[in-house]
């Protein structure tokens, strides 16, 4: 009785949610209905987004929490998270990932390097820039970008 009584007493301790961020939304988002499936793509990186990726879904910034929930499987996709330059060898199997995704679906390119291949840019091995590949609807910059700034665009993707 006594743990009953004290979280009746303690109440709610999480912190309230922060408020919606401001920029573009892209026009497929309305039809989401508030929760998308993302399927992360390495396309060519260092990693270092990856692991941002990790922390933007690990408790402390739960991305599930505003409707963003990581699945295996393009074919259950609505979102890909894109990072790093894409590379000769991963030029063919991003457009195949991009494709096997039911419409609507968004391409977010994370990172500087899948935005104009920062420090790999001009590497012998090195496609393009994601955009140069498939068409790109979101963009979050950084080398690598935090893990709030990646949960923002899920947030303006979800619109919650």
Known sequence: MGLLRKIRDTG?????????????????????????????????????????????????????????????????????LVTGPVTRNMAEPLRRTVAAMPEPRLVVAVGDCAINCGEFAGGYGVEGAVSDVVPVDLQVPGCPPRPDEIVAALRRVTGR
Do not use: M
């Open 12 to 80: 709610r301790v999480a912190e309230p949610t922060p408020p919606r961020p401001e920029g573009h939304v892209p026009p497929q988002a309305k039809e989401f209905g508030g929760s998308v499936q993302v399927r992360c793509v390495d396309a060519g990186s260092c990693n270092g987004c990856e692991i941002e990726i990790a922390g933007a879904f690990n408790p402390v910034y739960d991305a599930e929490r505003y409707g963003a929930r990581l699945v295996a499987s393009p074919r259950h996709a609505d979102v890909a």
